[in-house]
């Protein structure tokens, strides 16, 4: 029943090959690190050199234009960008108070796990619903039910701006409506893991200092969980920038700029999902820039995530 | 952070099932799925008959890959898949990724065969190279594009070319304008406004309805082509399955569609107003005599866009398929050929039901000529 010497040597000495294997481990897993970093420098060299021939011809009058006329080579891409930030504006204006409020409710004890669990789930189903059968079901549900409702913001507020024009089933509002459903489940999960993450004792110092469940959660639990859900949130709107099909089906693609939302529009996606299958010379360099300005949008977005995060995150 | 869907977070999901399909364990713990419940039978023991055939390659699978147009896909999808019961050794697979594409990838020399709606321009063909030798096109349909519509209580709705140009272009606004009443007696149409819906892809149709746009109407300044800048303020879907969509959708709205997917969608669709004057129905036949008397050119690049014939439906074009004369692997070109003249002659049934226009007879030869100068000898 003796023990071996090398097991009682373990702790301080540890063989060859183990070691080895420990510096491959690294090497490889910074290898893919750099590996995903690469690809995406890849992916923004090869889509800027295609765009090229556009950004000579056009520069920043590209941002400032709407026309877009394959006939006459002439590409705006100002509809786009205007209707990529406006979509995802209502997404989050919707997405952010209800996934965040979801987020709460199933990280505190409200629900006994027993049915927290199939609720959880369901909410990270919604994630798994394919793009397509969103737009599917806007068209074919969603649509037609906001219909009415357009019609009597259009009736009762058209003197507002922002419900200036009589809805004709497809548009902006619609497909932010959509996408808040969509990035619903991102905001949610995410933020959920973050709060359950905050620490107990936190938690219970705050009870201990005399603090209500309210003001436990407002302003213990919620600050120290900010930096999740902010990247959460910036990873929900990432999603709704670059969303294509769903809002392609939704939107009703038209090239116009309004001020209502009850108008139809585009977005820079929904542009290049419905014109790169049949593009060629100008406009697929057209095209590219404009998925160059998607790039550079969410790039903006995300340093900007970064900067309220490491403002506003509580110093644990 | 973590985002996924971990197997202890459906942990409340799995002992019911698990004990008795261990299959399902492994497939929620995210490992490989289970090996195959039934084994495949050995190739050839099903159908010993069917084998006869003679193929090319001594029996063995032929896979030909080919891509383009997506308004000719239903029965590209159909012929290859009644070939492939005639000849079970031959399996043709087609992308309907869009003409622009398929003439891509076509000059890639990434498909065997490609497809389009529109004619090789020239500066396309010179990019082919030399040692492929020139590229052939062929016609394989006929398409004709349809105004669909839904109005309630218009089943036979008469469109001057006055009244659909007039449409096409947002001058003509609401259904009872009298540019299309006068068509129309003794059928009440609504004040409602028009919703004009339009491809917003780059698509064939659109380019084919364009081109009669121009010949037809002489207000029209957006010119033709797979994308336009539509006057009118109207709504824009992807695909003719998005067109037909939005049409069912909504009251009052006109949109143009390939007549097969019309057909499909069960939509109602308006008779129009020829070159002639006449009123024609959107049918097979009416559209095939948009074909007839033409003369061919030798690379077959015929163009209706706006048909003579007292009785030819009005909104008609062929549709191609593309084809290298020294093809690369002799066998699939030799097949492929094969497979053409079946389509132009056998398979003209499968195109009638689904809507499209079958080559007239004249057309057909023609093409199996031009099939035979294919050079498919092996080297």
């Known amino acids: 029943m003796a023990t071996s010497p090398s097991q009682t040597a373990m702790p301080t000495e540890r063989s060859q090959s183990s070691r080895v294997l420990d510096k491959a481990f690294v090497w490889l897993t910074g290898a893919f690190a750099i590996g995903v970093g690469f690809v995406l420098l890849a992916i923004a060299f090869r889509v800027g050199t295609d765009a090229l021939p556009a950004i000579q011809k056009f520069g920043l009058s590209f941002l400032t234009t709407s026309r877009w006329s394959v006939n006459d080579e002439v590409f705006g891409a100002l509809t786009q960008i205007y209707g990529t930030l406006v979509t995802s504006f209502i997404a989050l204006l919707i997405a952010v108070p209800i996934g965040i409020g979801v987020a709460l409710f199933l990280s505190e004890d409200y629900l006994p796990p027993r049915i927290k669990q199939p609720v959880v789930f369901l909410i990270e189903l919604l994630a798994a619903i394919p793009s397509v059968v969103y737009g599917l079901w806007g068209i074919f549900v969603l649509i037609p039910l906001l219909k009415p409702f357009g019609i009597w913001l259009n009736t009762n507020f058209g003197w507002i701006p922002l419900f200036s024009t009589a809805p004709s089933g497809p548009g902006i509002y619609v497909a932010g409506i959509i996408l808040s459903i969509m990035i619903l489940p991102i905001i949610a999960a995410i933020s959920r893991d973050s709060l359950v993450a905050v620490p107990a004792e936190i938690r219970q110092a705050a009870y201990g200092l005399g603090a209500t469940r309210w003001e436990t959660i407002f302003q213990v639990i919620l600050p120290a969980a900010f930096s999740g859900i902010v990247g959460g949130i910036m990873l929900a709107l990432g999603r709704a920038m670059g969303e294509t099909m769903a809002v392609t089906m939704v939107i009703g693609n038209s090239n116009s700029i309004s001020p209502s939302i009850l108008s139809q529009g585009s977005t820079v996606s929904s542009l290049l999902a419905n014109q790169f299958a049949e593009a060629g010379g100008l406009q697929v360099s057209s095209l590219m820039y404009a998925a160059l300005i998607l790039f550079g949008l969410t790039l903006v977005v995300n340093v900007l995530a970064e900067i309220i995060v490491r403002r506003f995150s509580l110093k644990l | 952070m973590a985002f996924s869907l971990s197997a202890t977070r459906w942990g409340f999901l799995i002992p019911a099932f698990a004990k008795q399909v261990p299959c399902l364990t492994a497939l929620a713990l995210g490992l490989a799925a289970c090996s195959p419940q039934t084994p495949?039978?050995?190739?050839?023991?099903?159908?010993?008959?069917?084998?006869?055939?003679?193929?090319?390659?001594?029996?063995?699978?032929?896979?030909?890959?080919?891509?383009?147009?997506?308004?000719?896909?239903?029965?590209?999808?159909?012929?290859?898949?009644?070939?492939?019961?005639?000849?079970?050794?031959?399996?043709?697979?087609?992308?309907?990724?869009?003409?622009?594409?398929?003439?891509?990838?076509?000059?890639?020399?990434?498909?065997?065969?490609?497809?389009?709606?529109?004619?090789?321009?020239?500066?396309?063909?010179?990019?082919?190279?030399?040692d492929r030798g020139s590229a052939i096109q062929v016609p394989t349909t006929g398409l004709f594009v349809v105004f669909a519509y839904n109005l309630d209580g218009v089943d036979n709705l008469k469109l001057s070319r006055e009244a659909f140009c007039g449409i096409a272009d947002g001058s003509i606004k609401t259904w009872n304008d009298p540019k299309i009443a006068k068509d129309n007696a003794g059928v009440t149409l609504p004040g409602d406004a028009i919703t004009f819906v339009h491809r917003s892809d780059g698509s064939g149709t659109t380019d084919i309805f364009t081109k009669h746009l121009v010949k037809a109407c002489p207000n029209w300044k957006a010119g033709s082509g797979k994308t336009v800048e539509w006057p009118a303020a109207g709504t824009g879907a992807k695909g003719n399955e998005g067109v037909a969509a939005s049409i069912q959708q909504t009251k009052g709205a006109i949109g143009y569609t390939e007549f097969s997917f019309a057909k499909q969608t069960q939509l109602k669709t308006a008779t129009l107003q020829n070159k002639a004057g006449a009123f024609i129905a959107p049918t097979p036949e009416a559209a095939a005599k948009a074909l007839e008397g033409e003369t061919v050119p030798a690379d077959f690049a015929l163009q209706v866009p706006d048909p003579a014939g007292k009785e030819a439906y009005p909104i008609v074009s062929l549709t191609w398929m593309l084809l290298y004369e020294q093809p690369k692997d002799a066998a699939k070109a030799k097949e492929m050929a094969e497979f053409l003249r079946w389509s132009v002659k056998d398979g003209k049934q499968y195109a009638t039901e689904l809507g499209y226009i079958p080559l007239p007879d004249e057309l057909a030869t023609k093409v199996s000529a031009t099939l035979d100068t294919i050079k498919v000898s092996a080297k």
């Open chain 2, 40 to 130: 495949t039978a050995p190739p050839g023991a099903n159908a010993p008959a069917e084998s006869a055939s003679p193929a090319a390659g001594g029996g063995a699978t032929l896979s030909i890959s080919g891509a383009g147009a997506t308004a000719p896909n239903p029965v590209y999808q159909r012929w290859f898949q009644e070939y492939n019961k005639l000849k079970p050794t031959v399996q043709i697979s087609y992308d309907s990724v869009g003409s622009g594409a398929g003439v891509k990838r076509f000059l890639d020399q990434t498909v065997d065969f490609g497809a389009t709606d529109a004619v090789l321009k020239p500066d396309e063909r010179s990019k082919l190279p030399a």
